[in-house]
């Protein structure tokens, strides 16, 4: 009954009282230096990660881009070229 009194803390006033137990400390919340070196290195290597495969997205949406507004160019010049405006001219004469 002694430890257990120790372990429990009063929060608030008189008229209100909560009981909170306090928790163990965890030993994976004591961590040392090369494990937050490692944790680091590992946040590190996935925000890499993360960044080239947003990368690789972005290059493979905008060679798309690229080739539709390729695809229009060629349109355009087709329609543009003077043999072919002769030919729509003489079409729509007649």
């Known amino acids: ?3 257990r009194a120790r372990a429990v803390t ?3 006033d008189a008229s209100h009282l909560v009981w909170c137990a306090r928790a163990p400390v965890r030993t994976h919340w004591r961590c040392n230096q090369e494990e937050w070196a490692t944790l680091a290195h590992n946040k590190a290597e996935m925000k890499r990660a993360v960044d080239e495969l947003y990368q690789l997205q972005r290059y493979y949406n905008g060679n798309q881009e690229e080739q539709r507004k390729l695809k229009f160019r060629k349109a355009v010049d087709e329609l543009y070229e003077p043999s072919l ?3 729509v001219y003489a079409k729509q004469r007649k």
């Open 1 to 3: 009954m002694a430890a």
């Open 85 to 87: 405006t002769q030919k």
């Open 10 to 12: 009063v929060v608030g």
